[in-house]
């Protein structure tokens, strides 16, 4: 069985989604509901806390097969996501990054005059 992980990674947050292949949510993991609260949710320990929490309840499941990662955000816990995952041993088949990048960005203030 296939699922996916969507991981968002704020600067406040980071919040890990589990999906089956049809996205269906099967559930959510914050870095708050783990016990950080304040700062310190925006750790790298925090987000491996929470991969661990995630990895715990993929150990409910019979055999999963593997997993794929969409990563959304440039937060510091991205690659703690990773080695908390690699710890407990989660087959990881692809990493994905959909990060959204602005094309034009804002329209400047006009010029000031004096």
């Given at each position: 069985?296939?699922?996916?992980?969507?991981?968002?990674?704020?600067?406040?947050?980071?919040?890990?989604?589990?999906?089956?292949?049809?996205?269906?949510?099967?559930?959510?993991?914050?870095?708050?509901?783990?016990?950080?609260?304040?700062?310190?949710?925006?750790?790298?320990?925090a987000a491996e806390k929470a991969?661990?929490?995630?990895?715990?309840?993929?150990?409910?499941?019979?055999?999963?097969y593997g997993f794929i990662l969409?990563?959304?955000?440039?937060?510091?816990?991205?690659r703690a996501i990773i080695s908390?995952?690699?710890?407990?041993?989660?087959?990881?088949?692809?990493?994905?990054?959909?990060?959204?990048?602005?094309?034009?960005?804002?329209?400047?203030?006009?010029?000031?005059?004096?």
């Open positions: 069985m296939k699922f996916f992980l969507k991981i968002n990674c704020t600067s406040n947050n980071t919040i890990l989604t589990l999906t089956d292949k049809n996205l269906k949510t099967l559930t959510t993991v914050s870095t708050g509901r783990v016990g950080f609260k304040g700062a310190k949710r925006s750790t790298y320990l991969a661990g929490e995630i990895s715990q309840y993929i150990g409910k499941f019979k055999r999963p969409f990563y959304k955000g440039t937060g510091r816990g991205r908390g995952l690699k710890k407990r041993k989660v087959h990881i088949l692809k990493i994905l990054n959909t990060t959204q990048a602005p094309h034009n960005g804002c329209r400047p203030p006009k010029k000031r005059r004096l």
